[in-house]
């Protein structure tokens, strides 16, 4: 047997597939038959992500009995890390073990992540921490990549598709913290978090369902087989790269446990110490830094310009996600001392609370996902559909006129600056609206303009574009603290001033950057070289 004939018979052995099978796979409702199997796998892992989450903090102040200071600490490490490992992943799949396989091992490490969290001792605690985020980063930079891969290069289905599968993250980001933090609440901890693993394994399921029954073509597989079963030490690549996994554990949960440990000289508040910001800035920024100028200098004209427009396109995220990640802080406690929660539906009333407005999103993305996925479709048809950088434009100008309409509440307070429900869900709705022009529409591209051989690395940098604005946004929400100072008290009429004139600024800030966009677009679209 020759060697090409070897490395055929290999392939075959590895993909357990004919190879005469559909490399796009089989469709269904006018997409490829995957794609739906790849909604239904990520709503089940969105949802396990986000039913956690609800739960994390309340869990470590109120049962393990942190300090405020300590769990938000230990969240905002975690959510710093669970962002800047897709990184990792997404290298490992490019080279080594394929989408598929990535996939698979994420979602194992993180089923048992989140039962593991139902165990109450503090290190199964940081254990279980550590597995959500190496699994996170195997998970979530490859399942995105594969359904680029469900689509031939200037499909105008591509969008749409993404569009679709963007819902399936919000129909669980939705429904989980209804879910799991009632269980959470009213049975105990260990019910809500294993509701969330419960939905992990239910996530791994669906995605091996589609592996056995060929739904993903020939999409997925290790680049080089071969490669991957050869033995270092031993033991074969594959397998190294569990150990690896394993071992990187212990790594994670120290960081996890010291990631709120100040550091010495800089800062004078514990919260201000981060080991974890300052490792992605000064370690971790300039390592990323340094690939991506080494696969540029590498890559052909064409796809060094498109790897640039990537590189801006990620940019742009990161602002967006800076402003738009105030839901989790300002805009929530806004929402508490600000806002008459009370929504009127005409045959009854909702009396919300403040967590519940953060439903408002995901409640709109589920809402407009479909319309949003139509409308690209039809425009195509038409040769009408904007550019991609156009759309990042429109999108940040659109979350700009929702913060403008949080900050216009403030016309229309009452004697105790109280604003109505209404502007609030207004203004997510603006929001709303911007990120499905931006964010899959951004996925689409990033798997549409990226070199083949580096496309799992570069999502993964899109991703940890996430985590870079957790931290902006952090910084943003400092300017809104109305706490005064020891318990001094402020008026619901002083407190509105503050947030409101941020948000005005935030708005005016937005609109600047979507100006921007649009004076570099003539450039982009150039370089994007007839990607739309």
């Known amino acids: 047997m020759s060697l090409k004939e070897h490395t055929i018979a290999d392939m075959n052995t590895e993909r357990d597939v004919p190879l005469d099978v559909d490399p796009t796979g089989p469709e269904m409702f006018g997409h490829p038959k995957g794609l739906f199997y790849l909604f239904f796998a990520e709503l089940w892992e969105r949802f396990s992500f986000y039913g956690m989450r609800a739960l994390l903090v309340l869990y470590m102040v109120n049962d393990l009995l ?5 769990a938000f600490g230990i969240y905002a490490a975690y959510g710093a890390l669970v962002y800047a490992t897709p990184v990792i992943g997404g290298m490992l799949a490019d080279r080594l073990l394929g989408y598929r396989k990535s996939i698979m091992l994420g979602a194992v490490l993180m089923s048992i992540g989140h039962f593991a969290l139902a165990v109450e001792e503090p290190i199964f605690f940081y254990g279980a921490l550590a597995l959500l985020i190496v699994g996170n980063g195997f998970f979530k930079p490859n399942i995105s990549t594969l359904v680029g891969t469900l689509y031939k290069q200037g499909d105008a289905r591509r969008d749409a598709g993404f ?15 209804l ?46 087989p071969v490669r991957l079963r050869e033995k270092v030490a031993g033991i074969s690549r594959g397998a190294w790269v569990v150990v690896c996994s394993v071992l990187s554990l212990p790594v994670f949960g120290i960081l996890l446990y010291h990631g709120i440990l100040e550091v010495p000289g800089i800062g004078d508040t514990e919260l201000d110490g981060h080991l974890i910001d300052y490792a992605m800035y000064y370690v971790l920024l300039p390592a990323i830094a340094i690939v991506l100028f080494i696969n ?19 940019f742009f995220i990161t602002v967006f996600w800076s402003f738009f990640e105030q839901a989790g802080s300002s805009l929530t406690l806004f929402a508490e001392r600000n806002v008459d929660l009370d929504l009127n539906l005409g045959l009854f009333v909702w009396e919300m609370n403040a967590a519940q407005t953060n439903a408002i999103n995901p409640f709109f993305i589920v809402l407009f996902a479909l319309p949003f ?16 950088p156009v759309k990042f434009a429109l999108g940040i100008a659109q979350l700009g006129l929702g913060f403008l309409i949080f900050s216009w509440s403030a016309n229309f307070a009452d004697a105790n600056g109280q604003v109505s429900v ?26 549409e303009l990226s070199p083949a051989k580096i496309v799992s690395f570069i999502m993964g940098i899109w991703f940890l574009s996430s985590s870079f604005a957790h931290h902006i946004a952090g910084i943003i929400a400092k300017f809104t603290s109305v706490s005064g100072s020891g318990d001094q008290e402020v008026s619901g ?8 004139t941020v948000f005005e600024q935030i708005a ?25």
């Open 373 to 388: 996925s139509a409308l690209w479709l039809s425009l195509s048809k038409m040769h009408m559909n904007p550019f991609t």
């Open 66 to 70: 942190f300090s405020d200071s300590v």
């Open 179 to 224: 879910v799991c933090g009632y269980l959470g609440a009213e049975y105990g901890w260990h019910y809500g978090f294993g509701a969330a693993g419960v939905g992990m394994l239910l996530g791994l399921l669906m995605f091996w369902n589609g592996t056995r029954t060929g739904v993903f073509g020939e999409n997925g597989y290790p680049p080089n």
């Open 422 to 447: 209404w502007f609030l869900i207004a203004g997510y709705m603006f929001i709303t609206t911007g990120e499905l022009f931006i964010s899959p529409v951004g996925l689409s591209k990033v798997t």
């Open 508 to 532: 005016y800030v937005a609109f600047g950057f979507a100006v921007l966009a649009l004076i570099l677009t003539p450039l982009m679209r150039k370089w994007m070289h007839g990607i739309h």
């Open 296 to 314: 540029l200098v590498k890559e052909s004209k064409v796809e060094r310009q498109r790897l640039i427009v990537v590189i801006l396109l990620t």
């Open 163 to 177: 569009t679709i599968f963007y819902m399936g993250i919000n129909i669980g980001a939705m429904l989980a913290p």
């Open 493 to 500: 009429a002083e407190s509105l001033l503050v947030y409101t």
